[in-house]
């Protein structure tokens, strides 16, 4: 069995045994002992994972082991690094270009995001709703007390692996999460987020599957792209969580799935489902320069059909698309030629927007650079304006899809 259907299984267990899928009804309803139970656990071991004092009793010897200790040792250095080189100046700089609340509706739409609830959570702390989607598998929380010694200290190795992408470059590079992600402890996104979340100080709630079904117009899109075949569900995976001090639980969806023409057409359900979030908040960030492409037209028609608000970088919809929709856009940070293999995607008006406005560079990293010392980051803001509708995209890049770098 693949890693990621093997993940599923064990979510599929998991769900069945929190008592079905997240919902406001649900969350009204008292919780069963086995269901607090489960909940304590999940969150203790996301704590014990991102090297924090577990809060579940059956998790307090494995914080006594030394291999655990020098994994928290490490593992709060690094995040201490983190929050004080990046997540302060990222807030700082939201405090001043973006809304306090989450600027457009009420859910977070980031794309091509991976594992990557840092960046959603920094730039927008309170939408109700985060969902975000990539070609990483969904995983399944560490099965931690059934561990030997040996998988317990690959899987905290592993952490601390898939983590150092993330501060050293503040995306996840593709191929060397696919790679971690092989394993069998660490199998997919959803370890990764439940660190970011122990991290954040946010207790996760509740980890259930989430399928969307099959669109009723799935056979005629079938018909539409003879050589692709829709599929029946696509497979999906809520987490519930809290921050501290706040009233109600928040909620993050993440999807596996190919975003592609030919993904799409194989999901027409998962099409609809984005169209039913508008209006979105939207964040863009590592994409690989997916959007600028004409392999990933349809889903750049989503985007700009359900988007309201949009930070991203020069990764994300080109800059003439969004201006020539009359999009209010503001820059800020600087703006080259893009790293290697992308100069090709270079935007000569989005470059002209820079000499224009002079931005100050930015304080903290965001999307690709060529090093550490390179300050070459930059965000772009856009609100989408009443006084134009936006038309079909008829500014389809005919180049083919680049390689993918990162999230």
């Known amino acids: 069995m693949r890693t990621g259907h093997r993940a599923l299984a064990v979510l599929v267990s998991l769900f069945l045994l929190a008592g079905g899928p997240v919902s406001g009804a649900a969350a009204a309803q008292p919780q069963s002992d086995t269901n607090k139970d489960w909940q304590l656990r999940v969150n203790s071991t996301a704590r014990l994972i991102a090297g924090l004092v577990p809060t579940h009793p059956d998790h307090r010897a494995l914080a006594e082991r030394p291999d655990w200790k020098a994994h928290s040792a490490k593992l709060r250095a690094s995040w201490a690094w983190l929050r004080d080189q990046q997540i302060a100046p990222l807030t700082a700089w939201r405090n001043g270009a973006v809304p306090p609340v989450c600027p457009v509706g009420s859910t977070l739409l980031y794309p091509f995001s991976g594992p990557d609830f840092f960046n959603a959570y920094w730039l927008f702390p309170n939408c109700e709703a985060y969902v975000l989607f990539g070609l990483e598998p969904i995983g399944s929380p560490p099965a931690i007390e059934t561990m030997s010694d040996v ?42 987020i439940m660190i970011s979340m122990a991290l954040a100080g946010i207790e996760v ?40 001090g706040a009233p109600v639980p928040q909620r993050l969806n993440y999807f596996s799935v190919d975003a592609s023409n030919a993904g799409i057409a194989r999901n027409p359900q998962f099409r609809d489902y984005l169209r039913g979030l508008a209006p979105t908040t939207t964040l863009i960030k590592s994409a690989s320069y997916l959007l600028h492409v004409s392999e990933f037209k349809r889903l750049r028609h ?46 000569p008006d989005l470059a002209e927007a820079f000499v224009v406005t002079n931005p100050q560079p930015l304080s903290f990293r965001f999307g690709y650079r060529r090093s550490i010392r390179d300050d070459r980051s930059n965000v772009m803001v856009a609100q989408r304006t009443l006084a134009r509708r936006l038309g079909p995209d008829k500014d389809a890049a005919g180049a083919s899809a680049p390689a993918q770098l990162g999230r």
């Open 151 to 192: 998988q317990l200290a690959r899987l905290l190795t592993d952490v601390r692996e898939a983590m150092a992408n993330l501060l050293a470059r503040n995306y996840f590079v593709t191929s060397r999460m696919d790679k971690q992600m092989q394993a069998e402890e660490l199998n997919g996104v959803v370890p990764i």
């Open 205 to 244: 709630l509740r980890i259930a599957p989430l399928t969307l079904g099959r669109a009723q117009h799935a056979a005629s899109e079938a018909n539409a792209e003879s050589t692709v075949r829709p599929r029946r569900k696509l497979k999906g995976v809520t987490i519930e969580f809290r921050r501290l």
């Open 302 to 347: 989503v985007l700009l059909d359900v988007s309201g608000f949009l930070v991203q970088d020069d990764t994300g919809v080109p800059y003439a698309m969004l201006a020539k929709r009359g999009w209010q856009l503001t820059v800020y940070g600087r703006y080259e030629v893009p790293i290697p293999p992308f100069e090709r995607h270079y935007q």
